[in-house]
């Protein structure tokens, strides 16, 4: 990718971060609902922790911890849906998908510039203040190093790219489908499951914890909050999400380049 094709995809997530800074309403509404969610969460988690301390490993401020992270991220990563998913199976149900086939410009690079920008606004207009707010009024255990917050951004970063590419294969399926709905249901309902975001992955017993802490999913929020708690090895984490993001990006360019002869061989 050259100089000139960095700008433009730098030109998109700038883009994507604007449009919906634009949507102050919408957001002011998101970040109330997630702190309201969080207390929930968090007083859920507390009696939990009552009952069984150190509860698939964590302590009490662990687990307060790992649910205001968990609102931070939700929306930032999209993994209850609203990313892009739902604006790129529209233009690929009308046929406007198109003209994005058309542009000088790579279709899966494009939306995930699109989506970055998406990400960025989320984590620093909506996760942000549940995150603080959950911190002020919780007793939460936060890094003092500021290289554990530094491998922590990193492992966000590729949650995201984790995160894309799921539901890029997500939208991309509605040039067989057409109708996206119960794709989208049942990404949003493994999403909610398999990330951790309802409990802790390392609190499933036997198999299933085992199974799902190797699913993608993982590497939204269990592997960052792991990395923030100290109870994983960055670079390993690094490695497992990094391994994810090659695969699933890998898959979404074959699916996308079946889509594209679908599209030709149609006559779109």
């Known amino acids: ?134 911190s002020v009024f919780f007793p939460v255990a936060l890094p003092g190093d500021v290289a554990t917050w530094a491998a922590f951004l990193v492992a966000v970063g590729l949650a995201m790219l984790v995160g894309f590419a799921l539901r890029f294969l997500v939208a991309l399926s509605a040039f067989w489908l057409m109708d996206g709905v119960g794709t989208t249901q049942l990404a949003m309902i493994a999403g909610m499951f398999c990330s951790g975001m309802l409990l802790p992955l390392n609190v499933f017993p036997g198999t299933l914890g085992e199974v799902v802490r190797v699913l993608p999913w993982s590497s939204l929020l269990q592997a960052p909050a792991d990395v923030l708690l100290g109870e994983a090895d960055p670079w390993g984490t690094f490695a497992f999400q990094g391994a994810w993001a090659v695969a699933l990006l890998g898959a979404g360019r074959l699916v996308q380049a079946a889509a594209t002869r679908r599209v030709v061989v149609q006559g779109g």
């Open 1 to 134: 990718m050259g100089v000139g094709s960095g700008r433009l995809y730098a030109a998109v997530a700038a883009g994507g971060f604007r449009r919906y800074a634009t949507y102050r309403t919408a957001t002011a509404a998101g970040v109330f609902t997630n702190t309201v969610f969080g207390l929930v969460l968090v007083y859920t988690y507390l009696a939990l922790w009552d009952e069984k301390p150190q509860l698939g490993g964590y302590d009490q401020a662990q687990a307060v911890t790992y649910v205001w992270l968990g609102q931070a991220l939700l929306s930032t990563l999209a993994i209850a849906g609203g990313g892009i998913e739902d604006e790129l199976m529209e233009r690929i149900r009308t046929g406007d998908i198109a003209v994005d086939l058309y542009r000088p410009a790579d279709l899966q690079l494009w939306w995930l510039a699109a989506d970055v920008g998406r990400s960025l606004f989320q984590l620093l207009g909506r996760g942000v203040l549940p995150f603080v707010f959950g």
